[in-house]
């Protein structure tokens, strides 16, 4: 049995608000995206899709950092670009698959477990919660009548299906669908309904970003899974006119050796998420032989560092960077610094800390010979 999990991300999103669609804006320190493609990889899913708007530069940008993961494009509504999902996916040997929601990040590992083990009884399940609440009619903002809600249940994601019954379902599709359980049904599949989950909220207005950041932020109170990375690193003074530290260029009468621009701060900032990881360090991702790194900007191998970490479902908690060097003088600098690198690494300001000591005259950094800088990160596993 292979599973895939197909992520519906094509559509623009405009109920939600803002100049980005939902799928793409940030949320609890991560990008929506972010945290519905870290849910299905805490449940054990590695084979995932995304179909998105090839031409949105958004999707782009979120998507560039992932290892592994396929994309597929988008067509003009929901339906099209579920098949096409599903096309792409077709020579892979998938047996079962997963449609998902972009717009869903606060699904649980348990609703993905249970509405796959009811494909074990048949070709298609998918959540879903009962009505409890009474039902009206209404016109020109009056009740005109009630609704019996027995029997009704509000539908949610991820819906699962028998991968050849689905694709097939779909290619004999001649119109538009809401959503792939009518597709199923359309096709005479059978649709078991498994427990959906109150949380598993889909966001659809402005207001449904912050309660489900509530949702997010409370899931992670109870998770233990934190961990903790040291960097360390060292360049030596060679000739120049300045140095470039934290991403900030900084006037000194002379600059800092190294294969890159050889930013000691960020390189230790790049090790610490690296180690949080267990993912090595700088050298492994961007070997030092390769001629393509030579001069090449630090923040290149940072927003790699950090991208991993959201791929893997983690969250930076903070980031907290030394430097020592007896020259040249950090403190001016110090608060551009932060900003700067709060910015690479897309977290509040508040939660990144840049500061500097000398060394009283001792050692290599005492005797001016080059700068040092120690880090520590705090990762966190949504």
Known sequence: MTIAVLIVAAGKGTRAGGDIAKQWRPLAGQRVIDWTIAAFKRAGCDTIMVVRDPENEHAAEALAGYDNLLHADGGADRSTSVRNGLIALKDR??????????ARPCVSTQVIHETLAALDHAPAAAPGLAVTDALWTGA??????TQDRNALFAAQTPQAFHFDAILAAHLALDEVAADDVEVARKAGLPVRITQGDVNNIKIT????FARAEHILRSSMD????????????????????HVILCGIKVPHDRGLQGHSD???????VTDALYGAMAEGDIGRHFPPSDPQWKGAASEIFLRHAVELARSKGFVISNVDCTLVCEFPKIGPHAETMRTQMAEIMGLDRDRVSVKATTSERLGFTGRGEGIAALTTATLVRA
């Not at 040997?93 to 972009?102: C, E, F, Q």
């Not at 207005?205 to 449904?208: C, N």
């Not at 360049?235 to 120049?240: A, C, L, S, Y």
């Not at 050889?262 to 230790?268: C, K, L, N, R, S």
């Open 93 to 102: 040997g998938i047996t079962r698959v997963l449609i998902h929601d972009a």
């Open 140 to 145: 020109e903002g009056h009740v005109t009548g």
């Open 222 to 241: 109870g998770i233990p899974d934190i961990r903790l990375g040291n960097g360390y690193d060292v360049h030596r003074f060679g000739p120049g006119d």
């Open 262 to 268: 050889a930013d000691v701060g960020m390189h230790a």
């Open 205 to 208: 207005r402005p207001e449904d």
